[in-house]
């Protein structure tokens, strides 16, 4: 729904009120925030400086790019998360792999419920 409301905001904003403008790029940025958040605290739970600075890079992303863009950063952020959690499983780091994984799931979550990925 959002998606298509903002497609038909890039036609023209004249065609829209004052009103649903501000309230699309009111909820553009609220879902870029949330999926910065999310990415902040994967970040948290890192431990390879590489993936730390990939996230790092995917929250920028997230913070600056257009509202269609989010779903290709929620998906990178996703395909991430489940590296992390795999290599955590690899050494054996149990608890590590808890934490990442509950992540993935909130980004899963929040991604479905955001309109970025579809749940079928």
Not at 4 to 21: C, I
Not at 54 to 69: C, G, M, P, Q
Not at 91 to 107: A, M, W
């Amino acid at each position: 729904m959002i998606a298509k409301l903002w497609q038909g905001l890039q036609v023209g904003p004249a065609r829209a009120s004052n009103e649903m403008w501000g309230a699309i790029a009111m909820t553009w940025h609220y879902i870029a925030g949330e999926l910065s958040l999310l990415l902040g605290e994967l970040q948290e739970v890192a431990r390879d400086e590489t993936i730390v600075r990939e996230i790092s890079d995917l929250r920028k992303e997230a913070e600056t790019v257009s509202f269609t863009a989010l779903a290709n950063i929620a998906a990178e952020s996703l395909a991430l998360a489940n590296d992390m959690c795999e290599l955590s499983l690899a050494v054996g780091d149990s608890r590590g792999f808890t934490r990442q994984l509950s992540i993935c799931n909130e980004l899963w979550c929040f991604g479905v419920s955001a309109g970025l990925f579809c749940d079928d």
